[in-house]
């Protein structure tokens, strides 16, 4: 995690690598612990499109490496070394998955291996997020160090990305349960409409919240519509391709027209906006 | 990102040896390597169940696997097996004791999911002895999930 652990000894570095990868499990469990005891994720799992599965699990390598710059298990600087994070986050997420869902009896011996499968990569989709952001969230004594800095004060697109993170962080939660679709049922296009507002005007609120206190920012005030056209706006989009892409893979859009669509994206969209504004608070 | 500029980390793979300044440890190599493996065999059988397998509708066999008498009927213990790649949600399933043509007693269960390929068990309870009747079960109807 620090600079300094290149330069130290072997069994130092070890060490800390192990303890890396116990914050890793704890991450990915305090992660994924509402999605393992949610019965959609275990029915997902074996009715998933294979090919959306796949996609899925192409997608979180990209994601999880791009995510170690900002939480890492150490500080990394190459690519080379964000791909092991990324990897090492998702071998400590499937073993997670495996023993908990034995455990639950959701996976049992005699099931057939694409049930399994399915099940098990499904969990370790948010289970390696939760293993990257653990070595970052939980490891007390490295913070304030250079890792802390490129989390505290990321470029743009970084901020966008760390959005993205927030979004599918909370958005995870609720995506495959079937209130989303259910609301978006039950709600009429103006609640729909209120809702996309109300998901604007909070996202605002927090994102105006983080950048201010307590934060060296900017020297000077970057003024209302800069920010909320530069982050709310387009956080706001991001959030909403993260909700519809999140609730196809989960294939809630099965024989939807662009209304459902749009409707059960704003809906999850909600959480996602709130995950996404408060990116720089909770990740 | 800045990609080339780690290319000693990459070497000490293949060679299980660390360099002075990798600050990629051994063991870090072997859990990545945990994880590449865990990827890559997932992708090969998903890519390779979903190329090799067809996608159709639910075959679904009912058959009955031990009836026991209990203090609130006669519990008839069954296996729904899926031959398929298709989920069948909602899988209605209804047992029958049957006498000739007329139907003595029915009894039904609506079992969630049956996975593809997978078997589920559940019980069926009749008031009459099902030994005394010829015993029907048979899926009735599911629903795509």
């Not at chain 1, 490496?65 to 990324?86: N, W, Y």
């Not at chain 1, 023993?99 to 989709?125: D, W």
């Not at chain 1, 990321?154 to 599918?168: H, T």
């Not at chain 2, 009459?128 to 999930?145: F, G």
Request: aromatic share 10%; net charge negative; proline share 6%.
């Amino acid at each position: 995690m620090t600079t300094g652990a290149g330069s130290r000894a072997n069994p130092g570095r070890e060490r800390q690598f192990f303890i890396g990868l116990a914050r890793a499990f704890a991450g990915s469990l305090i992660f994924a612990l509402p999605m393992l005891m949610t019965m959609e994720m275990w029915w997902i799992g074996f009715w998933i499109d294979e090919w959306r599965l796949v996609i899925l699990t192409l997608v979180l390598i990209p994601l999880l490496t791009v995510l170690s710059r900002f939480s890492g298990f150490k500080q990394t600087d190459g690519l080379v070394d964000g791909i092991v994070d990324a990897f090492v986050a998702i071998a400590a997420a499937a073993v997670m998955a495996i023993v908990v869902l034995f455990i639950f009896e959701v996976i049992r011996f005699g099931m057939p291996a694409r049930e399994i499968i399915g099940k098990v990569a499904l969990q370790t989709f948010p289970g390696s997020i939760g293993a990257m952001l653990a070595r970052g969230q939980l490891s007390g004594e490295q913070q304030g160090s250079q890792d802390e800095e490129i989390a505290q004060d990321p470029s743009y697109p970084g901020e966008l990305f760390l959005m993205g993170v927030g979004a599918i962080f909370i958005g995870l939660n609720v995506a495959p349960t079937e209130e989303i679709v259910l609301l978006s049922y039950m709600m009429g296009p103006w609640q729909v409409i209120a809702l996309a507002l109300l998901s604007l005007i909070l996202m605002h609120a927090f994102v105006y919240a983080v950048n201010f206190p307590g934060q060296p920012q900017l020297a000077e005030d970057p003024g209302f519509w800069s920010l909320f056209m530069r982050f709310t706006v387009v956080g706001y989009a991001i959030v909403l391709l993260i909700s519809a892409y999140l609730l196809w893979t989960f294939g809630r859009f099965e024989g939807a027209d662009l209304e459902e669509v749009l409707g059960a994206s704003i809906v999850l969209g909600f959480p996602g906006a709130i995950g996404a504004a408060a990116a720089r608070l909770i990740l | 990102m800045n990609a080339p500029t780690k290319s000693p980390p990459r070497k000490s793979e293949s060679s299980r040896q660390i360099h002075p300044g990798s600050t990629t440890s051994k063991w870090e190599w072997v859990a990545a390597a945990c994880g590449l493996l865990l990827v890559l065999g997932t992708l090969g059988y998903i890519v390779y169940y979903a190329l090799t397998t067809e996608a159709k509708i639910p075959d679904i066999t009912a058959e009955a696997i031990r009836t026991e008498p209990t203090r609130g009927g006669h519990v008839v213990q069954f296996r729904a097996r899926n031959h398929s790649s298709t989920t069948a949600a909602g899988l209605q399933i209804t047992g029958e004791l049957r006498q000739g043509s007329s139907v003595v007693e029915r009894s039904e269960i609506t079992l969630d999911y049956l996975p593809p390929f997978s078997e589920r068990e559940g019980g069926l309870i009749f008031q009459e002895d099902p030994a005394r009747y010829e015993l029907r079960i048979a899926p009735k109807a599911y629903r795509e999930p």
